[in-house]
């Protein structure tokens, strides 16, 4: 079977985004999440708006997506004439894969580490993949798009999410873009984040899913939200030929 196996994160990146943390922010265990969700949808435009500790998380996934791709469509050129074919969906690999990283950040925050993030992506050399916005997270919208576009994913770790919603969800891809929130289950503010996008799911007639993550176990910002755009999403699958992925002819599934 043909595959490439995702490396793991090294006792040097480990070492290094140390200096980043700040517990009162709970993203030790949210810095990894957000590094495997990425590595696993391999998004190509991505939007961070707060700085700090997952910030070299996100851009390592990004640089490791892009040398996990170039190896992937390697093997995939080895993979004609094997009696077991890959099931990757081929014509993604028609299209480049230069993933981006765009930051949004005031800055002035002192409790936050968002200022020291540069030079850890410095250091990691990440900052190839990146690119800084200073400024608020309203009316930031318009610069966000110049930069990438539309966005794959999107990690909202600020007081104003529903700023971001209202904003920004037209920038996030209605063809599975997702985002990610930080800390909306358990405080008031949160919840009515939470019940605007209870309204935009009906509005959308259900194409929207949304998947609460509660950490029980923090004393404060204890949950993460996933939330995924499925309006115009079409599943690969459906563009394959019919029939049994192993099974050209079709036989197997001849009923």
């Known amino acids: 079977m043909l595959s490439h196996p995702a490396p793991a994160l090294d006792d040097r990146f480990t ?46 996934a990004l640089r490791d997506n892009k040398e996990a791709y170039e190896a992937e469509k390697a093997l995939l ?16 690999y028609d299209q480049p894969y230069e993933p981006r990283l765009v930051c949004v950040d005031r800055m002035t925050d002192t409790a936050s580490s968002a200022p020291r993030a540069w030079k850890v992506l410095e250091e990691l050399e990440l900052t190839g993949v990146c ?17 990438v576009g539309l966005l794959d994913f999107a990690w909202i770790d600020t007081w104003d999410t529903l700023a971001f919603v209202r904003e920004y969800w037209d920038l996030l891809d209605p063809a599975g873009g997702v985002f990610a929130a930080h800390y909306l289950m358990t405080y008031p503010e949160g919840r009515a984040v939470l019940r605007y996008l ?22 404060g910002q204890n ?15 459906d563009l394959r030929p019919q029939g049994n992925s192993n099974d050209p002819t079709g036989v197997l599934d001849a009923g």
């Not at 050129?77 to 993604?92: C, I, K, S």
């Not at 939330?227 to 115009?232: A, G, K, L, W, Y």
């Open 131 to 147: 690119e800084v916005i200073e400024g608020d997270l309203r009316g930031s919208s318009g610069r966000v798009r110049e930069a």
């Open 77 to 92: 050129g080895t993979a004609e004439g094997q009696e077991v074919q890959p099931l990757a969906h081929a014509a993604y």
């Open 15 to 60: 070492a290094t985004v140390r200096s980043l943390q700040v517990p009162e922010m709970c993203t030790d265990s949210t810095a990894p999440l957000l590094y495997w969700l990425v590595r696993t949808l391999r998004p190509q435009r991505v939007l961070e708006v707060g700085m700090g500790y997952t910030t070299p998380f996100l851009a390592r």
């Open 198 to 219: 209870e309204s935009l799911r009906a509005r959308d007639n259900g194409r929207l899913e949304m998947l609460n993550l509660r950490e029980p176990h923090r004393f």
């Open 223 to 237: 949950s993460t939200t996933l939330i995924r755009r499925t309006r115009d999403y079409v599943d690969p699958e």
